[in-house]
């Protein structure tokens, strides 16, 4: 009898630690984001907006509206294949004085869920630069190790700033989570991105945590899209976040009308394990699918 029971009590350590071994749903991206590995803090864009640089929407006077559908499988280290997906809905409008959108996402990871509504605003400083916030309201449901869910909301604010210095050369700097609601997210980022006659632009990120040790917090990405066939555009790019242990690269191509562009990337991510941000040590391949509508 006693050892049936340390046979089950074994068995029960093992269910609850692979019940709680889920690790953490990912931050959303767009699929143009996916493909430069989340690079583009100075690009011109709209839907990215709210998610990235709330003030590139600023440079803008056109209508949209965007739909994202993402799959995705995580394969922890010495576990069997996970699968996710998300959905995601984008709208913007910069056709007046204070250009603006707004975005609804919903993530979902076995029994676990995030849910994310959010909105940005902008406004030119001049006729080379803007101004911009976002804001996120974010509702999350998990599942602890004796497999009771949870809920948390908890919010987060972007500002953003970009600077046309030349028709080439832009920059953007943003502040992620200055209030700091969750302390892993809080960053300051400065980009740059060069255009080279229309056809080629490279892109550079680069920042950290202002109250931590940047070594060890720094966050860096670089991309490029290269334009071809007058509507097509490649692009790829790579990254480092050391505040969150992530690493990967990302692909993808565009087709771009004047008023349907229609777009496919696939990232590829590798989180290392750690407990405080509930990550268990994966590889995650995320496949992305979005067609966004102007008017």
Known sequence: MKIRLSHLSLLSICLAFTLCAQGRILEYETTRLKSTAGAGAASLLVEESIFLNPASISFFNVSTFYFQKVSTEQTPDDGEVAESDAISFIAADTKGALKGAIAYTKQNKGEEHRKTIAGSMASPLGKTASFGVSYQHITETTVDEFHQSSE?????????????????????????????????????????????????????????????????????????????????????????????????????????????????ALKNSKLEKDTELDQIGEKVQETSLSMSYRF
């Open 152 to 264: 948390e909301d908890y919010k987060k604010f972007t500002l953003g700033v970009t600077r046309i210095l030349s028709p080439e050369f832009t920059m953007g700097i943003i502040a992620v989570d200055p209030l700091r609601e969750r302390p892993q997210d809080s960053k300051a980022i400065i980009g740059f991105q060069y255009v080279f006659k229309d056809i080629i632009a490279v892109m550079l990120d680069g920042g950290a945590d202002w109250k931590n040790n940047l070594s060890s917090t720094l966050v860096w990405k670089t991309a490029a899209q290269v334009k071809f066939l007058d509507n097509f555009y490649l692009r790829f790019g790579t990254y480092r976040d050391k505040a969150i242990k992530e690493r990967g690269s990302g692909a993808g191509i565009s087709w771009v009308q004047p008023k349907l562009t229609i777009e496919v």
